[in-house]
C-alpha cells in the first residue's frame, strides 16, 4: 500500500477547472470550495478538493484523464488502480487521482446518480433536481455545486468544518433554496436534524 499512501497537496480551483476545461460531459468543483465560490469569500482550509461527475461520464472522464494515476475507493475504503476503460462498480463512489504514482494526491472525483436530466443523490434517490437547477458558475465560467444541494451532503454527519461552512453560508445572506434542503434533509437524515431550525 506504500504506493498509494501519500499525501494530499490538493489543486486550486482554477487548476482543476484547466484540467477539465475541454470535457465533454458536465462537472463540478464540489465540497468546501463549492461554498466558498458561492459566498465569493474565503470560509477555512482545505485538506482536498472534491469534482462532482454524473456516474454516467465516469468512462468519459477516465479518457479525460488518460495521463492521471486514478485509484477507486472500494467500499469500505480500499483504493485499487482505475485502469482505462475500466467500468466501475456501483458501489464505488470516489476516485483519488495524481498525475503520478509518485506524486501526492491532487483531487477527489465524486460520482453521483443521474435520471435523464435529473441529478440523483447517491445516498438517497427520492432526492433529486433538474441538472439545470443543481449548477451554479463563477464569472469566468467554473461550474461549481449549487450550494443547497452541497449542504445537503454535509448534512449526513456534520464535522467541525461542516459545520463552519454552514454558519459561513447562513450568514452570507446569499439565495438558498432551504425549502428543498430542509425536504432534502428531513427525508433522508430525519426530522430532528439539527440543522432544520436555521432553515427558516
Not at 26 to 48: K, M, N, S
Not at 64 to 89: I, N, S
Not at 131 to 148: F, V, W
Request: a negative charge.
Amino acid at each position: 500500500m506504500q504506493n498509494v499512501q501519500k499525501p494530499w497537496n490538493p489543486l486550486t480551483v482554477e487548476e482543476t477547472s484547466i484540467v477539465f476545461v475541454n470535457a465533454p460531459f458536465p462537472w463540478w468543483i464540489a465540497g468546501g470550495f463549492a461554498l466558498e465560490l458561492a459566498i465569493g469569500d474565503r470560509i477555512r482550509e482545505h485538506a482536498d478538493i472534491d469534482v462532482l461527475l454524473l456516474r454516467s461520464d465516469h468512462l468519459a472522464a477516465r479518457a479525460l484523464l488518460k495521463d492521471w494515476d486514478c485509484w477507486a475507493a472500494d467500499p469500505p475504503g480500499q483504493l485499487r488502480a482505475w485502469l482505462m476503460e475500466q467500468r466501475l462498480d456501483a458501489s464505488v463512489r470516489d476516485i483519488w487521482c495524481r498525475k503520478k504514482p509518485q506524486d501526492d494526491w491532487r483531487m477527489q472525483l465524486m460520482l453521483d446518480e443521474s435520471d435523464g436530466t435529473d441529478w440523483v443523490s447517491r445516498r438517497d434517490n427520492r432526492v433529486r433536481a433538474p441538472i439545470q437547477e443543481i449548477t451554479r458558475t463563477t464569472s469566468t465560467g467554473i461550474p461549481y455545486l449549487a450550494p443547497h444541494i452541497q449542504l445537503y451532503y454535509k448534512a449526513k454527519n456534520p464535522r467541525p468544518q461542516d459545520e463552519v461552512d454552514f454558519e459561513a453560508v447562513l450568514d452570507s445572506g446569499i439565495s438558498l433554496d432551504t425549502s428543498w434542503l430542509r425536504t432534502a434533509i428531513s427525508h433522508t437524515y430525519g426530522p430532528q436534524h439539527p440543522w432544520l431550525a436555521r432553515l427558516i
